[in-house]
T-cell receptor, first 114, second 112 residues
């Protein structure tokens, strides 16, 4: 099992550019999440999905979009990159209604918008 | 609003001493409280959790205490080791959507 895999690891974007952060999990988890982490801060939930075809907003969804066409993949889309979106992005997955020890995080994607 | 926060941003500990990391929360509806460890350049790693109807839970070298009266959570690390140097986050979980709300983090520095 690879667990939760995120790509790319690092990316520099210019203001106004768009990109997609990829996330894949091979554990057949139905719940998937995208978090962002600003320097010295905790993680904030951007979007989450409770299953294929179902997505919902988290705390900080503005400027992002997601899709969940399959159980395995949960890409995060930035349409018009802004400097405020410079952050580290973490994808995570879990089985339904599981406690904290079964929420698996990816290694993170470092995004800089200049 | 609903939030989870930490009292101390940085904690310096002598190797072999015990560490105590504190966290305050404001949402009483959470069903689990969780501690994560995050090493530089990596994603959060689960340490230990405690259900909201418990006061104390022990793991290997770690103990989590929950005081619901004052909405306070703490993580105790026994015999702190250099490998314990990291940022520690508390988080609370709401069963609906299995969503986590994270606090701001405490950096633990272990001095040799």
């Amino acid at each position: 099992n690879a667990g939760v895999t995120q790509t790319p690891k690092f990316r520099i974007l210019k203001i106004g550019q768009s990109m997609t952060l990829q996330c894949a999990q091979d554990m057949n988890h139905n719940y998937m999440y995208w978090y962002r982490q600003d320097p010295g801060m905790g993680l904030k939930l951007i979007y989450y999905s409770v299953g294929a075809g179902i997505t919902d907003k988290g705390e900080v969804p503005n400027g992002y979009n997601v899709s969940r066409s399959t159980t395995e993949y949960f890409p995060l889309r930035l349409e018009l990159a802004a400097p405020s979106q410079t952050s580290v992005y973490f994808c995570a997955s879990s089985v339904q209604a599981s406690p904290g020890n079964t929420i698996y995080f990816g290694e993170g994607s470092w995004l800089t918008v200049v | 609003g609903e939030s989870v926060g930490l009292h101390l941003p940085t904690l310096s500990v002598q190797e072999g001493d015990n560490s105590i990391i504190n966290c305050a929360y404001s949402n009483s509806a959470s069903d689990y409280f969780i501690w994560y460890k995050q090493e530089s350049g990596k994603g959060p790693q689960f340490i230990i959790d405690i259900r909201s109807n418990m006061d104390k839970r022990q793991g290997q070298r770690v103990t989590v205490l929950l005081n619901k009266t004052v909405k306070h959570l703490s993580l105790q690390i026994a015999a702190t080791q250099p490998g314990d140097s990291a940022v520690y986050f508390c988080a609370e979980r709401k069963a609906a959507g299995n969503k986590l709300t994270f606090g701001g983090g405490t950096r633990v520095l272990v001095k040799p």
